[in-house]
């Protein structure tokens, strides 16, 4: 069914605008005024259209979907299948009830594709800034298994999980980082306007200064004089440091040093290994072979060092390994991580303790980080309380000894 581009006005003046599917342009103007709205423009969609977001590499198209977007859809469209509806014809619901055209275009393009024949797994590979790996290889599986439907579900739990997990580390830092954007404001108008023009009348007096004038003086004017120098070799330092990270040498030695920093390595640590394990987990049990499981569940880690071991990982097993012996001896995965998938695979409860190792792995990662933010709170706000003072003090001071002298 063809697919249209619509701009037009509601009953109540407002503009309108979106895509719409019918059988021809007559159609499509008699859908939109059962809707209520009265076309002023409808252009057909043409099939390179639709494809042309996808037939392009997915570093230069923008997303479509947001994750939460892509959970709730994902969950309806279980919904429909499970209630005896043809994909096509489900699909065909999902366009109709989304509001963004960008969504109603990816969604009118999968369904075009597979009119055309094509399977729901090999239709979304064109669209993979919108659907991971993950996303693919469960859809996969679950045609296979002929439980699209369940899969589905279980993609959706998994999507909200990961963003639940996402969103609670960005509410911790949120804060902090908020803190510091002000303090540093703070700090740079003070040193660069304010204090320049108070220290100025204490250099007109010719009056001996104390030593806490006296090196705030000196510090406002090295950020007044080399500021610009030390914002360019910032810059010039962030550049380098991009370029470097670019490259996979420069990114393993970045995660391999960011593993060994105290705190922030078990941290980033445990939330990798948190992702690999509900991520494993949900693949295995939809049915994705291991070694499919393990190429994909590195992905989601985004640390070179650990997805080093699990490639090692992956090796061993096609020699007929184990997964826990490999990645006990790769010495970055935890004791307990390879004890519990050792009980796994040994008992055929693996996906249960991938399962377990996620759960606990993310609580810890939750509780670390709610006790840094309580603790780097207070800890910011002393150290801003104690510049500010030194600030007040080293300016008070000389108008103080000055109305002593005047006494």
């Known amino acids: 069914m063809p697919v249209f581009q619509y701009t037009g006005l509601r009953g109540d003046g407002k503009t309108a605008a979106g895509i719409i599917d019918a059988e021809n342009p007559k159609g499509a103007r008699l859908k939109l005024r059962r809707d209520g709205v009265y076309p002023t423009s ?3 969609q043409m099939r390179a259209e639709i494809e042309k977001g996808s037939a392009r590499p997915s570093s230069l198209r ?4 947001s994750q939460q977007e892509l959970a709730v859809l994902t969950r309806q469209l279980g919904t429909l299948l499970v209630a005896g509806l043809p994909l096509v014809e489900a699909l065909g619901i999902l366009i109709e009830q989304v509001d963004r055209p960008q969504t109603k275009s990816l969604l009118a393009g999968l369904r075009e594709e597979i009119r055309e024949g094509k399977a729901l797994s090999e239709a979304l590979k064109g669209y993979s800034r ?3 790996p993950v996303y693919l290889h469960m859809v996969r599986a679950g045609e296979a298994s002929g439980a699209l439907d369940r899969i589905l579900f279980r993609l959706a739990d998994f999507l909200d999980q990961h963003l639940s997990m996402k969103q609670k580390i960005t509410n911790a830092t949120l804060y902090p980082a908020l803190m510091i954007v002000v303090g540093v404001a703070v700090l740079v108008v003070l040193l660069a306007f304010v204090v320049p023009k108070i220290t100025a009348v204490f250099n007109d007096l010719q009056q001996t200064l104390p030593w806490p004038t006296l090196l705030l003086i000196y510090i406002s004017e090295i950020f007044r004089n080399y500021g610009l120098v030390f914002l360019a070799g910032a810059m010039v330092l962030g550049l380098v440091l991009r370029h470097t990270l670019r490259t996979d040498r420069g990114r393993l030695r970045a995660d391999r040093f960011l593993l060994r920093v105290p705190v922030i390595g078990l941290v980033l640590s445990k939330a990798a290994i948190a992702r690999f394990s509900k991520t494993l987990e949900t693949l295995l049990a939809s049915g994705v072979p291991v070694l499919e499981a393990l ?4 992905q989601v ?3 070179r060092v650990l997805e080093e071991a699990v490639e090692m990982t992956r090796k061993e097993i096609r020699e007929g390994g184990t997964i826990a012996g490999p990645l006990r001896q790769s010495g970055v995965f ?6 519990l998938i050792g009980v796994g695979e040994k008992s055929g409860n693996l996906e249960e303790m991938l399962g377990r190792i996620g759960h606990m792995y993310e609580g810890d990662v939750e509780r670390v980080i709610t006790r840094l933010t309580a603790l780097l709170e207070p800890g910011m706000i002393l150290v801003m309380g104690a510049i500010v003072f030194f600030i007040v003090v080293a300016i008070l001071l000389p108008i103080f000894e000055m109305s002593q002298m005047v006494g």
Request: aromatic letters at 4%.
């Open 42 to 44: 409808l252009v057909e």
């Open 301 to 303: 880690m985004s640390n």
């Open 130 to 132: 919108d659907f991971h």
């Open 62 to 65: 923008t997303r479509h979907l």
């Open 334 to 339: 935890p004791a307990l991580v390879t004890h």
């Open 295 to 298: 190429e994909v569940s590195k």
